[in-house]
């Protein structure tokens, strides 16, 4: 598993289509005027970073009992999927935003997952005792959101030829770049604006999709 420039351009489009989100939610931060502290910034790394640690792991125990055919299969099928899906993510951010505030009388597990579904649609709404900073806990919350497609993302990419270090390297690397630099620009802009850069998100992992079934 030696690093190639192959090897180096698929951990760079895999980690960039998976801090898109945490680009995208931290404009949002910064045009709202709620800040990120730096204890906030590295729980939202670490989380995201270890979950795709966790699926990058499963995917590699997973991959020797597969037939080298049907891992560069089922890789490019997951990766192509996903893809697509974020190229619509828009729409599905918009839906989860009009079903948010429906059935608030459910029980606690399934309040907990609508939670993530509505912080997923709406970042802001991680900020819930509205002191305008990201706390810790809600830090936690924030980045579980988030760490939803690494999951899938990471188990797919396992399962074919991949840096693992890399992976990890850019991750943690992307990851507190994506925050700060969304963070910043948001805040220099100081507006609402509606800004969904998914669909470069499902580029990169279409994109490491045709890579990967070479």
Request: hydrophobic letters at 55%; glycine letters at 6%.
């Amino acid at each position: 598993m030696g690093i190639t420039i192959i090897s180096t351009i698929e951990a760079l489009l895999l980690t960039a289509a998976l801090t898109t989100d945490a680009f995208t939610a931290s404009f949002a931060y910064g045009t709202n005027k709620i800040k990120i502290p730096f204890l906030s910034l590295m729980i939202i790394n670490i989380i995201c970073t270890s979950t795709l640690m966790l699926s990058l792991f499963i995917g590699y125990l997973i991959r020797p009992f597969l037939p080298s055919q049907l891992t560069n299969i089922i890789c490019f099928l997951i990766l192509l999927i996903l893809g697509i899906i974020k190229l619509f993510d828009s729409s599905i951010k918009t839906y989860i935003r009009r079903k948010k505030g429906i059935n608030t009388k459910i029980n606690f597990s399934l309040f907990q997952l609508n939670f993530i579904l509505t912080i997923y649609a709406d970042p802001e709404e991680a900020d819930c005792d509205f002191s305008r900073s990201l706390s810790p806990f809600e830090a936690v919350s924030l980045a579980i959101a988030l760490s939803l497609d690494g999951l899938a993302v990471g188990f797919g990419a396992a399962l074919s030829n991949i840096n693992y270090l890399e992976v990890i390297v850019f991750s943690l690397l992307l990851g507190i770049i994506a925050v700060k630099l969304g963070f910043f620009i948001g805040n220099k802009i100081a507006e609402k604006l509606s800004i969904n850069l998914s669909y470069l998100s499902g580029i990169f992992l279409i994109l490491f999709a045709f890579i990967k079934l070479h």
